[in-house]
């Protein structure tokens, strides 16, 4: 009987911080199980959503925006997203044919807070193959990391404050307050090409190496790719750069400006 479990799926939790999440270890977001195959994740299963075609160069790929509730935002916006793949190396991003705009559920965001993913066998609609994904951010809220910090945990903090995050040290613990700009940088100059990053060393390595590579070579290596991006890039004046939004765009595509405005 097959589990249903890939692991060429990758680490889920590529690209989170394990500070700050908050609740009660005894909850557990449900995952489906089916003795007849893979079934998708909760990542994957998508609520009200709309869909469009968007070139990066000369690439076509689908992308999914999946409605957000009313407290909540996109931060990235397609033009932001096309832009900074079309800085990747076009090499660097062939396989990856979904993009997905998600909104996690309230649970998700406090036992599983991520700020993207990316999934190497991802289950959707009408597609089975790798897809990078980003999720919408709550406004409003505010994050608190304990005093004792790793030494990745420290650096992750250190690139908050370099994004534009307001970092408060208190008595007790680190406040994280989130802005809609903040969040933005931190997803379109660190996590799509961090998670790129992981796609590049996935198909280097094959599914087997990468599997037994530990986390933390993983995210070592996820971290440099970034890094070297976002450095080479400011560089040359591309970053960092006004949110590109336009409810015209948007209507155009048949998207909600609600979802990102």
């Known amino acids: 009987m097959q589990s249903g479990r890939n692991p060429t799926r990758g680490n889920r939790n590529i690209g989170t911080s394990k500070q700050g999440h908050g609740g009660d270890n005894r909850q557990r977001i449900a995952e489906p199980h089916s003795k007849h ?18 070139t990066v160069g000369r690439r076509e790929f689908r992308l ?46 406090m036992l599983r807070p991520v ?25 409003g ?7 004792h910090l790793k030494p990745d945990d420290q650096r992750e903090l250190q ?14 613990d680190f406040e994280i307050h989130p802005t809609l700009s903040a969040v933005r940088a931190m997803q379109l100059y660190h996590t799509v090409p ?4 992981h796609w ?29 991006f976002r450095n080479e890039a400011r560089a040359v004046g591309h970053l960092p750069f006004e949110r590109l939004i336009s409810e ?8 909600r400006s609600a979802d990102f405005i």
């Open 37 to 54: 195959g893979p079934t998708p994740c909760y990542f994957e299963r998508l609520d009200s959503s709309d869909e469009v075609a968007i």
């Open 64 to 109: 999914i925006v999946e409605h957000t509730r009313d407290d909540a935002v996109h931060a990235v916006t397609i033009d932001d997203l096309v832009r900074v793949l079309g800085w990747l190396p076009n090499a660097d991003i062939t396989g990856i044919g979904t993009l997905l705009l998600r909104q996690p559920k309230r649970r998700e965001e």
């Open 115 to 139: 700020w993207g993913r990316i999934v190497f066998d991802g289950i959707m609609p009408n597609y089975r193959g790798p897809v990078l994904m980003l999720e919408a951010i709550t406004l």
């Open 141 to 147: 809220s505010i994050w608190k990391w304990s005093h």
């Open 159 to 172: 690139r908050y404050r370099d994004l534009g995050f307001d970092v408060r040290q208190t008595k007790r």
């Open 194 to 197: 961090h998670e790129i990053g």
């Open 200 to 228: 590049v060393q996935y198909r280097s390595l094959g599914p087997e190496r990468f599997e037994q590579t530990s986390h933390q070579e993983r995210e070592d290596f996820a971290h440099r790719y970034a890094d070297k």
């Open 248 to 255: 015209a765009r948007l209507n155009r595509h048949g998207l």
